[in-house]
């Protein structure tokens, strides 16, 4: 028993962490109606970069802000590939992801990890600030929150100005936005920039918080980031207001870790995993459809009475 | 106000399936002109309304709006003069904002944005002002989404979207053919309304005839791509529909069963 509460407690910190990537899957699939494959490229990008920044002496801080730069970079890349040179959105997006699987290699030096033994990072540095009796999973936890509200707070500002309601109207109906004046393309563009910004920020704390990064840590990170979606989506509806939506977001990562911490627990082998999350997605995203079947002749009968 | 000069169009060019919609078109538009446009399926009417707001680019010829030539122009940026407003009432709108944002972002067609608020207080007012022209009582539904509204409404708003910043010129595609009779009187009365309260240039294809003589200036009739009739004033006013079908039956039966 104990052994599990352990576990659940670094999957909430887990996923905290993981939900900043979750925030980033959420614009791209949600706002912007655009399912985007980049990120399992530009998640590990964010480890790889920060990684190799630290080992070369950066700040660790620092090392998150360029971090989140490059998958800035990233986003535009599939921003450009699809609205400039016609390509079809999830391909795009495999194609960043290909290419990034190079380019992270490469950053890396060649090599498919880098461990941080001994290497100071945001968490080692929080931990000494923090009292002693903070441990590890707490620090994580502590500095995903504070992290995760941030950025929660920045979105719902953004998405509330003029070019963030662009954005959304442009995932909406593009027709519409368009006949409005609005640049699509560009506001396409701006939203995967930002969602993979985000994406390779989550990449670079996953990173530091377990202490190396790997060339294959991003693999399958739109599966679990769309089924943190929907998890949240499912408990709490979509009629919330916005800046609880992007909690249930992050909140819908952190109960994906626990499922997971739980499942694993009961004897799962780790090597079924992504078969297993793969089933939680499609059922997940069977649910529209399979409450369309069953769930409306009740309404009817409601009415009828 | 709107001068098209040899307007062609071609689609799938090189393919089996080419098929030249719009051949050396030309059309002049005074400021003021409330324009109806009529013709069989497939005359073409939607494309040269497309052209006109650059949905597609022309093989040939040029458009010139107030004078600036706007024949390259993308079409977000020529969105800035025109006011469009489509025959399917999803189209217009977007569903999953509410009706005050839908507003906002029609209140800055044209207009740089940035990262000022959305929707400014001073703007709630305004809105609430013309959604009572509307009549539909959305002035008390502001914050409601745009999905919650009936096909009629959502039409309602976007003629509103399409006119809140005065548009160079209101392009209409048939967009009251969607609606059930009852509405679609009503949508046309109110663009009647919008029209002249705004004094807006307009063109508005219909596939009713009565419609076509009942409002507007001028009428023109279109056939394989080309303008084949065009009245205005008087000689318009006194137009019946058996006039039309008559000038119709000469080109093509086809709109008969329009
Ligand atoms: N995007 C397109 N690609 C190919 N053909 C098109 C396209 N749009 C319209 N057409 C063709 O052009 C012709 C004219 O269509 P349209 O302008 O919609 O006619 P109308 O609005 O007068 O009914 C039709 O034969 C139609 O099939
Ligand atoms: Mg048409």
Known sequence: ???????????????????????????????????????????????????????????????????????????????????????????????????????????MGGKANIALLGMETVFT???????????????????????????MGIL????????????????NNENMARAMGGNTDRMKILGLLLSNGLVALSGALVAQSQGYADVGMGTGTIVMGLAAVIIGEVLFGTRINYFFRMTSVVTGSVIYRII??????????????????????????SIPEIKAKFIKPKINLEKAE | MLKIRNLTKVFNIGTINEQMVLSNLNLHIREGDFVTLIGGNGAGKST???IIAGVYMPEEGEILLAGEDITKMPEYKRAAFLGRVFQDPLMGTAADMEIIENLAIANRRGKRRGLSWGVTREEKTKFQEALKILGLGLENRLNDKVGLLSGGQRQALA?????????????????????????????????????????????????????AIKYG????????????YDVSGE????????????????????????
């Open chain 1, 1 to 107: 028993m104990e052994g599990l509460l352990l576990s659940i407690n670094s999957a909430v910190a887990q996923g905290v962490l993981w939900g900043i990537m979750t925030l980033g899957v959420y614009i791209t699939y949600k706002i912007l109606d655009y399912a985007d494959l980049t990120v399992d490229g530009s998640f590990a990008l964010g480890g790889a970069v920060s990684a190799i920044l630290i080992m070369m002496g950066w700040d660790p801080l620092l090392s998150l802000l360029i971090a989140f730069l490059s998958g800035l970079v990233a986003g535009v890349v599939t921003g450009v590939l699809h609205t400039k040179l016609k390509i079809p959105a999830i391909l795009s997006g495999i194609l960043s992801m290909i290419a990034l699987y190079s380019i992270n290699l490469s950053i």
């Open chain 1, 125 to 151: 540095k929080a931990q000494a600030l923090l009292p002693a009796g903070f441990d590890k999973a707490m620090v994580s936890l502590s500095i995903g929150v504070v992290f995760s509200l941030a950025i």
């Open chain 2, 159 to 211: 003629l509103l979207m399409a006119t809140i910043q005065r548009p160079k010129l209101l392009l209409l595609d048939e967009h009251t053919a969607a609606l059930d009779p009852k509405t679609a009187v009503k949508v046309l009365e109110l663009t009647q309304e919008l029209v002249e309260k705004n004094r807006l240039t307009t063109l508005m294809v219909t596939h009713n005839m009565k419609d």
């Open chain 2, 48 to 50: 040269l309304l497309n």
């Open chain 2, 235 to 258: 000689e318009k006013k006194n137009l019946k529909v058996t006039d039309l079908l008559e000038k119709f039956g000469s080109f093509s039966d086809r709109m008969l069963l329009a």
């Open chain 2, 217 to 228: 200036n001028r009428l023109i009739m279109m056939n394989k791509g080309e303008i084949v």
């Open chain 1, 260 to 285: 997971i911490a739980i499942i694993l627990r009961m004897g799962l082998k780790s090597s079924n995993l992504k078969l297993f999350t793969a089933i939680i997605v499609a059922m997940a995203l």
């Open chain 1, 156 to 171: 719902y500002w953004f998405f509330g100005t003029e070019i963030g309601a662009l954005i959304r109207a442009t995932g």
